[in-house]
């Protein structure tokens, strides 16, 4: 399992939830990534992890993608796993180097200038997050759609159940949201709407989880706004359970989301969810039954949304229980890996085919 710098992130949880579970499904994983520091110690327990710090370097990254492949073909793995596709160049050298196949991961949609090269004698397949993710492939790209599978992310249904009452009259509210603060996370609404909320219900707190290059921008846009005292920066952590259990309400506020990873992991806690009508949301979100939507780049209308929850704790509550029953029904994590796991078994059968040498995965 090919990685960058692991981060709080989906593209991070959905690597580390593979990791874990695979076994399960008689696939034995190794992870080789950048950066694995913000993994829990817990969460590394029977994980082997190789961390490779200049593996994405322009330059001295080539010399550790050499060594690396070096090393690996004393015990090649039968297959190779792209995560995330920033990290496609270096699975794609590993793969002709190594002589195996590749699968890639592409969680998100393509910039406006992104093109994607493969090398079609080893990549197998592309797995996308989401369906709406996989028509963008197909339309943007010459990818064969039979090349491209869709896997939903999954996350971890078993949560304290003590963890779904929100909005409790005796507690301050607290909306929040969680990921990379990046520019395309559309964050600098959320601060917009958190500035306007304030103005009606002006005891409420806002909770930022989560690290990237927008940070400055928008602990500067909460000073320019005055609102300080009531926005919170949680420091970046994988683990981002007790900033979810924090909440009361998350928001989503994404220009274009491929799924939403952590909106998963907020609503299997009862968190009642807005977000954005992009993208793969709607996969997830059925407006005023699992979550509420609003248009991406509206801060106004984002503020109205919160305000309704707020003003209305029963039915943020019912939204919150409804989105969990959808999200252990359709989303459970073991779904993710067993769909993974057969994938894993569907490409190393065709591999073995046309390559004779080529080893099946043990299980």
Known sequence: MLADRFAVRGSSRHTLNLAQRLPDFGVQPAICCADAHLIPEAQREGLEIRELPYLTSPLAGRIVQWQ?????????????????????????RLAYRLERPYVVSVQDYLGS????????????????VSD?????????????????????SGVETAVDERSYDVLEPD?????????????????????????????????????????????????????DLGITEHVTFVPEEMDVGGSLLAMDIYVLPSLKQGLGTMMLEAMVRGRPVIATK????????????????????????????????????????????????????????????????????????????ESPEAVPVEG
């Open 278 to 353: 992009s993208g793969g949301v709607y996969s997830v979100v059925s407006d005023n039954e699992t979550g509420l939507l609003v248009p991406p780049r509206d801060s106004e209308m984002l503020a109205d949304r919160i305000i309704e929850l707020l003003d209305d704790p029963l039915r943020a509550r019912r939204i919150g229980r409804a989105a969990r029953d959808m999200v252990c029904t359709q989303f459970p994590v073991a779904r993710m890996v067993e769909r993974t796991a057969e994938l894993y078994r569907e490409v190393l059968k065709e591999n073995r085919i």
């Open 113 to 128: 200038n992104e093109t994607l090269h493969f090398e079609w004698k080893w990549c197998r397949r592309i797995v996308a």
């Open 132 to 152: 709406s993710v996989r028509q963008e492939l197909i339309t943007r790209t010459e990818i064969p759609a039979e090349r491209v599978s869709v896997i939903h």
């Open 171 to 223: 507690q301050v509210p607290v909306i929040g949201t969680a990921g990379p603060l990046e520019a395309a996370k559309g964050l600098r609404y959320f601060v917009d709407a958190a500035a306007i909320v304030l103005r009606t219900h002006p005891t409420a707190e806002f909770l930022i989880a989560g690290a990237g290059p927008e940070e400055s921008n928008l602990r500067r846009q909460v000073r």
């Open 68 to 92: 690396l492949a070096r090393d690996l073909m004393r015990d090649p793995p039968d297959l190779i796993h792209v995560q995330q596709r920033k990290m496609l160049t270096v699975g794609r």
